[in-house]
């Protein structure tokens, strides 16, 4: 079993639609989450940094982080067809980041 | 800024040849890690420094070396190219333990 899941998609969506991206995880011992977004050729961005249990927004994003469940979640309002990525979610464990696989999101104008 | 620079973007090379991934951040940040990102198997972790002259084993070191003789750069050593080592590789670098890491844009490699 890996360490942090993710469906690897495609998700398409419209133009103005709210999208929501989830990652599970298996390791008790992640404290922190981390939202990367990734465009093609690019190297991975952070985009959501959070530490506790709860909700965190950040302008259209909201990370929210349920660690009863080890279930992580990352909402986009309002979508845009540039949001159309990939997205990693990521957690520290020591000196290592153990990142998902991605899901691919594009958003149709 | 230019944050972290890899080079080259692309590189095409045969079985058994050498070469070298270039690695440079301006942040004076003291981490520097190395990934390879491979199709639906996320980023893992080759090798990592917390400074200058320090350097640790990540999740899959082999056939990999690398050095850190300052604490902008970063280079990472193929010594014996395999069909395997084909992949994205990115260089990032992050102020210190669990903080987001900042990353390059990547060097595409092809072991044919």
């Known amino acids: 079993q890996k360490e942090v899941e993710q469906d690897p998609g495609p998700l398409s969506v419209p133009e103005g639609a709210i999208v929501s991206l989830n990652c599970t995880y298996s390791n008790s011992a992640f404290q922190y989450f981390m939202w990367y977004r990734q465009y093609s050729r690019k190297g991975p961005e952070l985009l959501m940094y959070t530490y506790s249990s709860g909700n965190k927004e950040d302008g259209r994003f909201t990370a929210q982080v349920d660690k009863s469940s080890k279930y992580i979640s990352l909402f986009i309002r309002d979508s845009q067809p540039s949001d159309s990525a990939t997205y990693l979610c990521?957690?520290?464990?020591?000196?290592?980041?153990?990142f998902g696989p991605g899901t691919r999101l594009s958003v149709l104008p | 800024n230019a944050g972290v620079t890899q080079t080259p973007k692309f590189r095409i090379l045969k079985i058994g040849q050498s070469m070298t991934l270039q690695c440079t951040q301006d942040m004076n940040h003291n981490y520097m890690y190395w990934y390879r990102q491979d199709p639906g198997m996320g980023l893992k972790l080759i090798y990592y420094?917390?400074?200058?002259?320090?350097?640790d084993k990540g999740e899959v070191p082999n056939g990999y070396n690398v050095s850190r003789s300052t604490t902008e750069d970063f280079p990472l050593r193929l010594e014996l190219a395999a069909p395997s080592q084909t992949s994205v590789y990115f260089c990032a670098s992050s102020p210190g333990l669990d903080q987001p890491q900042h990353f390059g844009d990547g060097t595409r490699l092809s072991i044919l």
């Open positions: 990521a957690a520290p464990l020591g000196q290592n980041f153990v």
């Open positions: 420094s917390v400074g200058a002259g320090i350097t």
